[in-house]
């Protein structure tokens, strides 16, 4: 007579539950959810388990919502994050006040002189923050960006090294063509008076998911490093945003190049979902994960 399988305590059945969350595809959590919902049939535990959930993987996809009164989106993110449901939008210098479970604004209230930069940081952030949506504009489909000091806020003048934060996120969802994908880019930059030099670590992570034919994901990572003079405000940001594009376009590139060698015709074209005109292909593979000699980082599973 075979054992039966213990019963999963509550704990347990919230671990579960968060895992699914926190790793449902980009744009998918909510149907993710409904799922949940329906297979746990116990509220407590899932509330507890979306609670903690959204809100890790509202960050880590950077969202972008929209804010009441007229004020634009905001990006969820933790650079910009005063509170657990609060928010920073450096454009407007107002803080979003987020519902993380429902993923809606659903208040602003205008940022104290303690949550923003000195003058002379500001004109910084704001000029490098004009540059980086200018380039928005033009690379990504439907793309947001944000530029934050993360170090140095209250640095009056030059002398101290500070730092900002320029973070780039673009999510496209099809449902009804059976595919979503998101680009997210974060670059941090190190003003290094001392040297008057700028040092440049950019994160690049590309998601998608097809699931007309099978389940197919693709979670491509890579990460970089750049420097720059540390001038003035203008031209310091033309510059960062010079090496930004070179190297997302470089990325995107060789993506695309590995991509295709590695699997050929196996690939699904998705469109260009994320970076203008560049395509992003999925592989109808068992599963892979590689490193590639540009210290690129790629897996495509196939579920079913």
């Not at 075979?2 to 744009?27: H, M, R, V």
């Not at 993110?77 to 210098?93: F, I, R």
């Not at 941090?188 to 440049?200: G, P, R, V, W, Y």
Request: contains cysteine; aromatic residues 10%.
């Amino acid at each position: 007579m075979a054992e039966e399988e213990p019963e999963l305590s509550d704990e347990q059945k919230k671990g579960i539950a968060k895992w699914f969350l926190i790793n449902a595809p980009a744009g998918e959590i909510q149907y993710v959810a409904k799922d949940l919902k329906s297979v746990l049939k116990d509220d407590a535990v899932y509330n507890e388990a979306a609670a903690e959930a959204f809100h890790i993987y509202n960050k880590s996809h950077l969202i972008s919502l929209k804010m009441p009164g007229g004020y634009g989106d905001v990006l969820v993110t933790s650079y910009g994050e005063l509170h657990d449901n609060e928010y920073l939008d450096p454009k407007t210098t107002q803080v979003a006040i987020v519902d993380h479970v429902k993923q809606v604004c659903k208040g602003v209230r205008s940022a104290t002189d303690e949550e923003l930069p000195s003058p002379y940081i500001e004109e910084y952030r704001y000029a490098l923050e004009a540059e980086l949506l200018k380039y928005v504009a033009e690379a990504y489909p439907k793309g947001s960006c944000s530029v934050y000091c993360t170090n140095g806020k209250d640095v009056e003048g030059p002398g101290s090294d500070f730092e900002l934060v320029a973070v780039i996120s673009s999510t496209r969802n099809s449902p009804n063509n059976f595919c979503n994908g998101s680009w997210r880019t974060i670059w941090k930059i190190e003003f290094k008076d001392d040297i008057q030099i700028l040092e440049l670590k950019g994160k690049c992570q590309v998601g998608a998911h097809y699931f007309e034919e099978g389940n197919v994901q693709l979670d491509a990572k890579r990460e970089c490093r750049d420097s720059a003079m540390f001038q003035g405000p203008d031209e310091t940001a033309t510059a960062i945003v010079h090496l930004i594009r070179h190297h997302e376009n470089e990325y995107m590139a060789s993506l695309e190049i590995t991509l295709s060698r590695n699997f050929g015709g196996n690939f699904r074209l998705l469109g260009p979902y994320f970076h203008g005109t560049t395509h992003c292909y999925l592989a109808s593979k068992e599963r892979l994960t590689k490193n590639s000699e540009s210290g690129s980082e790629y897996m495509i599973s196939k579920r079913h």
